[in-house]
Nanobody, 122 residues
Framework: QVMLAESGGRLVQAGDSLRLSCAASGRTFSIYAMGWFRQAPGKEREFVAAIGWGVGSTRYAESVKGRFAISRGNVQKTVTLQMNSLKPEDTAVYYC???????????????WGQGTQVTISS
């Protein structure tokens, strides 16, 4: 069982940077792949980034590649999403998720946080 709690979302301007964090509880955090998804109003939840449990293999959505970076700390039980060069279209609720393997679909994750709102003004 893993419980997840996101933090760090807020209102920033286009071009700014923002760092989201996800704190996990549970003894087996290190064996889970971790992902970030986002959902904008009226749109479906979409994959943003994911990181594996071992040597930290990562995957990114094309829309964020080169701007966002995912990392994890297994001792601290945290996963971080560093977001640079933010655009208004990055505005969404961002969710942290845990699952057995790195996946790019929401169905690949078993545990979800409550989300944190990120708003980018133009």
């Amino acid at each position: 069982q893993v419980m997840l709690a996101e933090s760090g979302g807020r209102l920033v301007q286009a071009g700014d940077s923002l760092r989201l964090s996800c704190a996990a509880s549970g003894r087996t955090f290190s064996i889970y792949a971790m992902g970030w998804f986002r959902q904008a109003p009226g749109k479906e939840r979409e994959f943003v980034a994911a990181i594996g449990w071992g040597v930290g293999s990562t995957r990114y959505a094309e829309s964020v590649k080169g701007r966002f970076a995912i990392s994890r700390g297994n001792v601290q039980k945290t996963v971080t999403l560093q977001m640079n060069s933010l655009k208004p279209e990055d505005t969404a609720v961002y969710y942290c998720a845990a699952g057995p393997t790195v996946a790019v679909t929401a169905g690949g994750y078993n545990y979800w946080g409550q989300g944190t709102q990120v708003t980018i003004s133009s």
